[in-house]
């Protein structure tokens, strides 16, 4: 099965901090992807990764950066939390060419 | 722009009964779609899928029915059980997203059954 592990289940920040979320899978997929879930707006993504070092920005990726030093490893970056960065942030993972992605279980993030 | 939307935001159905769960998309190229349902505090999770040359596909109790002349998407659950109620989601991957499996969602309906 595959698994994809995120850092924190809750969160809670402070205005202006710096957060760091991470997300870790065990199944050597190419492709990997970062989504905030808000009531009303369904999934949105902010960025994806499709290669180690590569990075594209998906349609939210405002106030937001990412980091992927290792196949396995996909941190999302808010440089400085704003209180509207307060939702559940959901990564999921994706092989080539099946177009399925996996979900991790979501970190809900509130911002102070 | 593109959006994939669902019908209903919520569907209550009585143990037993059968339910459908209906999707209208916009984008006329896209090449392949997806089921995903979530329970309360998990990840989406993978149910069923089916490209843009068919029109059918049949899993374990569930259905998923593509009409590209109307841009419609269904999902439909046999003997819908307790552990069904959840939030299902439609998806969609336009053909110029390529290999990378960049997902379209839509919104969410959620699935309350009734005992």
């Known amino acids: 099965d595959v698994k994809v592990t995120q850092s924190s289940r809750y969160l809670v920040k402070r205005t202006g901090e710096k957060v760091f979320l991470e997300c870790v899978q065990d199944?050597?997929?190419?492709?990997m992807f970062w989504y905030r879930q808000d009531p009303g707006l369904g999934l949105r993504l902010i960025y994806f990764?499709?290669?180690?070092?590569?990075?594209e920005k998906g349609d939210i990726p405002e106030g937001y950066s990412v980091s992927r030093e290792k196949k396995e490893r996909f941190s999302l970056i808010l440089e400085s939390a704003s209180t509207n960065q307060t939702s559940m942030y959901l990564c999921a993972t994706g092989g080539t060419p099946s177009y399925e992605q996996y979900f991790g279980p979501g970190t809900r993030l509130t911002v102070t | 722009g593109e959006s994939v939307g669902l019908h209903l935001p919520t569907l209550s159905v009585q143990e037993g009964d059968n339910s459908i769960i209906n999707c209208a998309y916009s984008?006329?190229?896209?090449?392949?779609f997806i089921w995903y349902k979530q329970e309360s505090g998990k990840g989406p999770q993978f149910i069923i899928d089916?490209?843009?040359?068919?029109d059918k596909r049949q899993g374990q109790r569930v259905t998923v029915l593509l009409n590209k002349t109307v841009k419609h998407l269904s999902l439909q659950i046999a003997a819908t059980q307790p552990g069904d109620s959840a939030v299902y989601f439609c998806?969609?991957?336009?053909?110029?997203?390529?290999?990378?499996?960049?997902?379209?969602f839509g919104q969410g309906t959620t699935l309350q059954v009734k005992p």
């Open positions: 199944m050597d997929h190419e492709n």
């Open positions: 984008n006329s190229a896209s090449d392949y």
């Open positions: 089916i490209r843009s040359n068919m």
């Open positions: 998806a969609e991957i336009p053909i110029r997203s390529g290999n990378t499996g960049k997902l379209i």
């Open positions: 990764s499709y290669d180690v070092k590569m990075k």
